[in-house]
């Protein structure tokens, strides 16, 4: 509670008297007294006023000169002559009459509890494996990071660790964290709007990146973003990502693409697949639970076979299907949730045509995870011709393979040898191409899954004959 002159105002009752009788007045210009009283003394600039005042909109100045002409009036500033409020030319207002604070007896017992922090990020409703580490390692480097970008394969958990990560960031109070799902997007021109509704702003503006910028830098809080899915909108989002942090020193942006952004500042943390055996012969289960990747297959597919338990007897096919699946989450779970009508010998012998067997997931889940085949297509959609010539030729490889083999069954007369090497760099940097390093030789490799969507690729364009006699 403050008094200042005649007046007493309660912020929490919304209440502002002169004496005993209550001073009409608006809520916006009650929240702007609020503000000034609180700092009594300070300058409170403008951009402060207008994010307290309008805390989800982005208004003209004129608004706030209005609220402080109501304001100045409902205090009297002018028929009794007395000053509380002061402009400062070129930054704001100050309240400059003395200000005594005190605390209402029935307020005594309750301590101020710490406000936490404005977050839209949806609660965790499955166990990570495999990714503790991730997490630590990626939430080590946010201190120091202004952009980060999570990268990896299709399926490989991008978006699953990047909420997880905004989870304990949202736990520490110390930022407003933002999740906006890019991948439903038609049109990079939207990835601005996306934003504003996700932080809650209504812009009356049609340049809505200025408006994003302004109402970002004038929080009070530090935001972050976590901008997730921009595979297809990479340019926009890289565009609306180095404007923010430029404008908003206090702003951070984590994204999930399987390309880095190419932002000025950005890093990159590439997410690897989960951990599987190499070799499955003779493994028993308590040691193929030390794996990640069979660890998930195991509680997935409880969940959905209640019969089903990892034994010494299943372990071996368990951990070949976790083998042939790359470690990639998604396909795991998709191939644990056929236990209901398959054993797990029947599952591994139909992923020679795991496009088929693993044709549906979760009816709730993004349409791009209902199954292997379309989260394949809907990375696949990004990338240019000569980038998905290069991709289903390579599908011939069935282990590694050097740049010279993939030159000489890649180029036809036209593309040459140079624009298959700049494909090729091109589709290793957006993680369909794995990069194995050897001392100073360098040789690619495709996992399992993708090599079938290569070979796939290939038949459909009626070249499977040809590039495999190269």
């Known amino acids: 509670m403050f ?20 001073v009409r007045i608006g809520s916006r210009a009650l929240e702007l007294l609020a503000v000034l009283v609180e700092r009594a003394g300070e300058v409170v600039t403008r951009q402060e006023l207008m994010a307290r005042g309008w805390p989800r909109s982005v208004v003209d100045e004129g608004n706030l000169k209005v609220q ?32 005594r604070t005190t605390t209402p007896l029935a ?6 509890e710490r406000q936490g922090a404005a977050h839209n990020v949806p609660a965790g409703l499955m166990r990570l494996f495999g990714r503790t580490a991730d997490i630590v390692a990626i939430l080590a480097r946010l201190p120091c990071t202004r952009i980060m970008t999570v990268t990896g394969e299709g399926g490989v958990g991008k978006t699953s660790i990047a909420l997880a990560v905004a989870r ?4 520490t109070s110390h930022y407003d964290v933002w999740y906006v799902d890019l991948s439903a997007l038609p049109d990079p021109r939207f990835v601005p709007c996306a934003i504003a509704t996700a932080v ?27 901008l997730d899915n921009c595979e297809h909108v990479v340019e926009a989002a890289s565009a609306i990502a180095g404007r923010l942090v430029s404008a908003a020193p206090r702003m951070r942006i984590l994204a999930t693409c399987r390309e880095p952004l190419h ?45 089903f338990a990892l034994c010494d007897d299943n372990a071996p096919v368990v951990a070949e299907i976790c083998r042939r699946l790359d470690g990639i989450p998604l396909a795991i779970g998709l191939a644990a949730a056929r236990l209901d009508a398959f054993c797990v010998r029947e599952l591994l012998a139909q992923l020679d045509d795991r496009f088929i067997a693993l044709g549906s997931g979760q009816r ?3 349409q791009r995870h209902r199954s292997l085949l379309a989260t394949l297509d809907w990375g696949h959609q990004s990338l240019t011709e000569l980038e998905r010539l290069v991709l289903r030729r390579l599908g011939v490889f069935a282990g590694a393979f050097c740049l010279d083999s993939a030159i000489t069954v890649a180029a036809d007369e036209e593309p040459r ?54």
């Not at 008094?3 to 209550?22: N, Y």
């Not at 304990?168 to 736990?171: A, D, L, N, P, R």
């Not at 209504?202 to 976590?226: E, G, K, M, N």
């Open 168 to 171: 304990s960031i949202v736990e």
């Open 417 to 470: 040898a140079a624009r298959i090497s700049d494909a090729l760099a091109s589709l290793v940097e957006k993680s369909w191409v794995t990069v194995e390093l050897n001392g100073e030789k360098v040789r690619y490799r495709l996992l399992e899954t993708t090599r079938h969507y290569a070979r796939r690729k290939l038949a459909e364009a009626g070249e499977l004959e040809l590039v495999t006699r190269r």
């Open 68 to 99: 402080i002409a109501a304001l100045r009036k409902a205090l009297g500033e002018t028929s009794l002559g007395e000053c509380y409020l002061a402009t400062v030319v070129g930054q704001g207002y100050r309240f400059v009459a003395p200000v």
């Open 3 to 22: 008094e200042f002159g005649p007046f007493t105002f309660m912020p929490a009752r919304r209440l502002l008297l002169d004496g005993e009788s209550r």
């Open 364 to 366: 709730t889940g993004a």
């Open 200 to 226: 809650g702003l209504t812009a009356h503006s049609s340049d809505i990146a200025s408006a994003l910028s302004a109402y970002l830098c004038s929080r009070s809080r530090p935001q972050w973003l976590v």
């Open 263 to 307: 932002a000025t500042g950005e890093k990159v943390y590439r997410l690897a697949p989960l951990g599987s055996p190499v070799e499955s012969a003779g493994l028993g289960a308590s040691e193929a639970l030390q794996y990640p990747a069979i660890q998930l297959f195991a509680e997935r597919a409880a969940a959905r076979c209640s019969d």
């Open 107 to 112: 307020d005594n017992p309750r301590p101020r």
